[in-house]
C-alpha cells in the first residue's frame, strides 16, 4: 500500500544521470564544481607557499639519531647531507631557540665553531715534520749551489786590485767628476777599487 502511495518520478527527471553532457553544460558545471568547493572549504587545497613550507619545517624538532655524534661522522659525510643537516639546522634556528633540542643546539654549533674543513686541529708530529723537510730542502739547495761553483769559471780580468787601480788613474787624467769625484781636489776615497789582489800564478 505504501509503495502505491508514493509517486512515480517521471522520465525526465533530474535523479537520472545523462550519458553525456552538452558541451555547452561543460563549462557550467565545472563552474558549479569550483563553487562547491570553495563552499565546502575547497582553499584547503591551495598548496601553501614557499614561506609557509619553510615555517612547517622548521617547527619540527631534527631526530636525535640524525644528529647523533655529529662530531664524527661530518667530516666523512657526503656534501649533500651536510648542506641538507646545515639546511634544516638553519631553519630551525629563525625560530625560537628556547624550542631547539639539545642535540640540535650541540650539532649547531659543532658544525659552526668547531674543529672540522679549515678549522681542523693539525695532526701529532706536523710541526716538526715541516721543519725537518724544510732544513732538508735547505740544505740541498746550499749543496747544489757550492757544488755548481766549483766547476763554474774564476773572477773575470776586471775583478782584481791592480785593474781597477788603473781604471782610477785612467778617470784621474780624464778629469772624470772633478766635483766630489776621483778627479776632485783632497779626493781620498778608494775609487773604483773593491777587489782583493790577484792571486799569483
Same mark, same amino acid.
Given at each position: ?39 565546502? =572549504?575547497? @582553499?584547503?587545497? *591551495? ?33 649533500? +647531507? ?8 638553519? /631553519?630551525?634556528?629563525?625560530? /625560537?631557540?628556547? +624550542? ?24 701529532? =708530529? @706536523? ?46 787624467? *780624464?778629469?772624470? @767628476? ?7 781636489? =783632497?779626493? @781620498?776615497?778608494?775609487?773604483?777599487? *773593491? ?7
Amino acid at each position: 500500500m505504501m509503495l502505491r502511495a508514493l509517486p512515480r518520478a517521471p522520465a525526465s527527471s533530474s535523479l537520472l544521470i545523462p550519458r553525456a553532457l552538452p558541451s555547452a553544460a561543460a563549462p557550467r558545471s565545472r563552474c558549479l564544481a569550483t563553487a562547491t568547493l570553495s563552499k565546502l =572549504g575547497g @582553499e584547503r587545497l *591551495q598548496p601553501y607557499s614557499s614561506q609557509q613550507q619553510q615555517r612547517l619545517a622548521s617547527t619540527h624538532a631534527i631526530s636525535n639519531p640524525t644528529l647523533a655524534s655529529i662530531e664524527k661522522r661530518y667530516e666523512n659525510m657526503p656534501p649533500q +647531507e651536510q648542506a641538507e643537516i646545515w639546511m634544516a639546522l638553519r /631553519d630551525r634556528m629563525k625560530g /625560537d631557540w628556547h +624550542e631547539l633540542t639539545l642535540q640540535e643546539k650541540k650539532a649547531s654549533y659543532w658544525i659552526a665553531f668547531g674543529p672540522h674543513g679549515p678549522r681542523k686541529t693539525a695532526p701529532p =708530529g @706536523e710541526n716538526w715534520k715541516v721543519f725537518y723537510w724544510t732544513v732538508a730542502a735547505s740544505s740541498l739547495s746550499v749543496l747544489i749551489f757550492f757544488t755548481i761553483r766549483q766547476f763554474a769559471r774564476g773572477p773575470p780580468g776586471t775583478m782584481t786590485q791592480e785593474y781597477q787601480e788603473m781604471t782610477n788613474e785612467y778617470l784621474r787624467n *780624464q778629469s772624470a @767628476e772633478p766635483l766630489t769625484g776621483i778627479s776632485s781636489e =783632497g779626493y @781620498e776615497g778608494k775609487g773604483y777599487v *773593491q777587489s782583493k789582489p790577484a792571486e799569483k800564478k
